[in-house]
């Protein structure tokens, strides 16, 4: 049987400090963990929330390059901001720390020191790359050429930002220095690693062995991937003159590598809590009665997973108990980018939706619950601006919200403005039906929970409320009411039922408080006042109770809890997402040194020409090349009830089975297509429906009368295999 922990320390990724951070950002590392800080807060366990801005790396100067300034004035403006942010959208840090902060630099240090003195570091010497007029070592962004996979003269260093592949300095055809605009030579430096190669035994045993049946699959796939290439020392020390200096006496001129210095923020930060509330820092780190949980993106996993946890284990301190790292989230049909202004930063949400007239807090809670409905717990997803209105106005207003002031007005209405008594001599079935659910939804969504599903558990949540407006439909209050004696009073009876069906109505109202606060926090705060109870009622012992509102209290009338994202907003935010990519291609276009394109007469009359029919518009390779298309066997098929054209099939994938609603039901029959072979677009973001989460899509022709084909392999070929 699992323990519960004596405490817990959450942590949520550093953000760098050199720009805005979009809501792809949000929902890989922030949203998770704030929902699940919200759940142990609620269970009055023993949590601290650790966060902070990462101030440190080549990505600050270059940033301060851009804008005119120093290095000190960027982290001091984006820290500023994110912290904001952060606030605005009610993500409830204990700290929110920097790594500017002096506690960060020694504790970085004595970190550095305490590997040093006991032989854990290995001193190397090897050439890179050094501008002669700037005289320094240039880091990888400081150094700009020809990308050798497409060609684009613009590639940095670590990464072609035209075609997105991975590089080193090595790899770039004609370098130059982006400091003298000179080509840079190759000079001696000596540098301190970390001998990852030397813990693959350890890491393997405890991640894949140890952590193979609680960490999610994405994770331990990618470390697996990791140990299996083999490890390699790598650097911890780099020639820069931005970042925690190196504390010795022969380290002139270089500071602790980011990767090194940034995840020591949470031991720093924690620190700093502790000095701002008179607590003891050290159990959270040093005491293995604490769990130890870091909330990351994807392309965090091998410093949270692989490095960072060696690096613990190294100074006695605990390592972490999961690390439930979240894949990417796209926008809009195409990957989210700063640099192609392909984005939603968390402050133009915040400009354009909370702090309007008709916006706050209720604003951020509408963000929150889209978020956590499409979170990318084992695959991309993908954020759309007609999603979020369908999931606001058709999850939050028609169900959620709609429940709550449904059950207020009818109780204000029929009720005296007052929880009435519940009659248990003429509870019937629909009664005990629903009053079962709500004693048990508790344990579902804890589970949920303490197992980081937060889609599923919040799907449960809403589906509670659903089921509150289905028993409401069925007992018809209203039409009882109309039951009336000689005197035009509502029968003694007839009042009796009413009395039943508003208590129950209530009672579940009062629980779905306590199930959403640590979704949305500023809806479960604005539900207590208007059942008029204090927030201590959010605890998590309470959920379940059919006695969280007494009988004979008067309530407050009912507020809306929502409003409704419209048309017009949705379609400003497309147009302005389109605007922003266009302008960023003709800044890109000045940069490379040519002016954006006039359109000839020419390009004017071939616009004009007809296409064939239903021919869609060009695309480039990128664009197909975004598609994850695998084999898989239909294994089961069957209908989907009270639904003509769906079948749910089961996939075999080869790595993984999957669930797929179809549209197929017309067109075959499950039968025959048991133990067929089919293409399956596997990175499609998962959607609900009939309450099925369809995991993928499968591809199919349509001819001109209308019939659909299969699309499916000449020959049988291995599952999981990819399409190309």
Known sequence: MTTTPKRYLITSALPYANGLKHIGHLAGAYIPADIYVRYLRAQKRDVVFVCGSDEHGTAIPIQAMKEGTTPQAIIDKYHGIMKQNFDDLSISFDIYDRTSNPVHHETTQEFFTYLNDRGELEVKESEQYYDEEAQTFLADRYIKGT???????????????????????????????????????????????LPLNKHEDWLRNWILNEHQADWKTNVLGQCKSWIDAGLQPRAVTRDLDWGVKVPLPDAEGKVLY??????IGYISATKQWAKNTGKDWEPYWLDKDTKLVHFIGKDNIVFHCIIFPVMLRLHDFIVPDNVPANEFMNLEGDKMSTSRNWKLDMQDYIDDFIKKENGGPQLADSLRYYL???????KDSEFTWKGFQDAVNGELVAVFANFFNRTFVLMHKLAGGKVPRFHNDIADAKDNELIEEIKKSKGGIENLLEEYKFRDALFNVIDLARKGNKYMQEKEPWIKAKQTNSEGAVTAEAQAQIDNCLHVCLQLCANLAIFINPFLPNTAKKMCHMMKVVDKMLEWDNAGSLKLLSVGYSLRAPELLFRKIEDAEVQYQVDKLKAG?????????????????????????????????????EIVYDDFDRLDLRIGTILTAEKVQKADKLLKLEVD?????????????????????????????????????????????ILTAEEPDGKLILVNPDSLAKNGSNVK
Not at 258 to 263: K, L, M, N, Q, Y
Not at 595 to 614: C, I, L
Not at 658 to 676: C, D, W
Request: net charge neutral; charged share 25%; with cysteine.
């Open 372 to 378: 956590a409905t499409i979170l990318p717990e084992t």
């Open 653 to 697: 994938l080869g790595f993984e089975k999957r669930t797929i609603v179809s549209g197929i039901a017309q067109h075959f029959t499950p039968e025959e297509l048991l133990n067929k072979q089919v293409i399956v677009v596997a990175n499609l973001a998962p959607r609900k429906m009939r309450g099925i989460e369809s995991q993928g899509m």
């Open 147 to 193: 990308c050798p996979n497409c060609g684009f003269t613009g590639a940095y260093g670590d990464q072609c930002e035209k075609c997105g592949t991975s590089l080193s300095p090595d790899d770039l055809i004609d370098p130059v220095s982006t400091l003298s605009g000179k080509p840079p030579v190759k000079k001696a430096t000596k540098h301190w690693y």
């Open 581 to 617: 990519l266009e302008k960023s291609k003709m800044e890109q276009e000045k940069a490379n040194g040519n002016e954006p394109a006039a359109v000839s007469k020419e390009q004017t009359s071939m616009v004009d020409t007809p296409q064939p029919a239903n021919v869609k518009a």
């Open 258 to 263: 980011v990767w090194f210095d940034a995840p």
